[in-house]
């Protein structure tokens, strides 16, 4: 099967990626590779090559999802059925140095990607959320727990779940 991974070289997103690929789903990733303005590029660099060893895609596309047009070529190039949407930042003290930025990653890309699926009818998105939603919490916090976001990161991510949940309702996505 044809499957979309934005962020696919992140931390979480290569290990899909690399579990994707050994069930034989032929996997495309957009990543922007960026560095957050935080982490040293040469760091980044290091961290990319590694993971690209344990993956092996030759389609893998620089493109920041705030880019609708670019997310439509691309969605249009490789027709996947999943979407399975990673892409954002790694954590809340990122979007509290550049709050701006993180609503434009985190909304408009969100918006982009479904707007596009929706297009070219991709059969499924699956938009992976952040344990931020809840707020401050325990271990062992469950899946049902009410969501009580703390931060403009955790209410971000909280509004994606419901965007995506309404596209599905509209869409069928």
Same mark, same amino acid.
């Given at each position: 099967?044809? @499957?979309?991974?934005t962020?696919?070289?992140?931390?979480?997103?290569?290990?899909?990626?690399?579990r994707?690929?050994?069930? &034989?789903?032929?996997v495309?990733i957009m %990543?922007?590779?960026?560095? *957050?303005?935080?982490?040293p590029?040469?760091?980044?660099?290091?961290?990319?090559?590694?993971r690209?060893?344990?993956?092996?895609t030759? *389609?893998?596309?620089k493109?920041?999802i705030?880019?609708?047009?670019? @997310?439509?070529?691309?969605?249009?190039?490789?027709?996947?059925a999943?979407?399975?949407?990673?892409?954002?930042?790694?954590?809340?003290?990122?979007?509290n140095?550049?709050?701006?930025?993180?609503?434009?990653?985190?909304?408009? &890309?969100l918006?982009?990607? =479904?707007?596009?699926?929706?297009?070219?009818?991709?059969?499924?998105?699956?938009?992976i959320?952040?344990?931020?939603? *809840?707020?401050?919490?325990?271990d062992?916090?469950?899946e %049902?727990? @009410? =969501?009580?976001?703390?931060g403009?990161?955790?209410i971000?991510?909280?509004? &994606?779940?419901?965007?995506?949940? %309404?596209y599905s309702?509209k869409?069928?996505?």
């Amino acid at each position: 099967m044809k @499957i979309l991974v934005t962020g696919g070289l992140g931390l979480i997103g290569h290990n899909v990626v690399k579990r994707l690929q050994d069930q &034989g789903h032929l996997v495309s990733i957009m %990543d922007t590779q960026t560095n *957050y303005g935080i982490i040293p590029q040469d760091e980044i660099d290091y961290l990319i090559e590694e993971r690209l060893k344990k993956i092996k895609t030759k *389609y893998i596309y620089k493109i920041d999802i705030s880019n609708g047009d670019s @997310i439509d070529w691309l969605i249009q190039k490789h027709q996947p059925a999943i979407i399975i949407h990673m892409a954002s930042f790694p954590r809340q003290k990122v979007v509290n140095a550049n709050p701006a930025l993180g609503a434009k990653t985190m909304m408009e &890309g969100l918006m982009n990607l =479904c707007e596009s699926a929706k297009k070219h009818k991709v059969s499924k998105f699956l938009y992976i959320s952040s344990s931020m939603v *809840y707020g401050d919490f325990t271990d062992n916090v469950k899946e %049902d727990a @009410i =969501c009580k976001p703390q931060g403009q990161y955790g209410i971000m991510k909280l509004a &994606g779940e419901w965007l995506v949940r %309404d596209y599905s309702r509209k869409t069928n996505l």
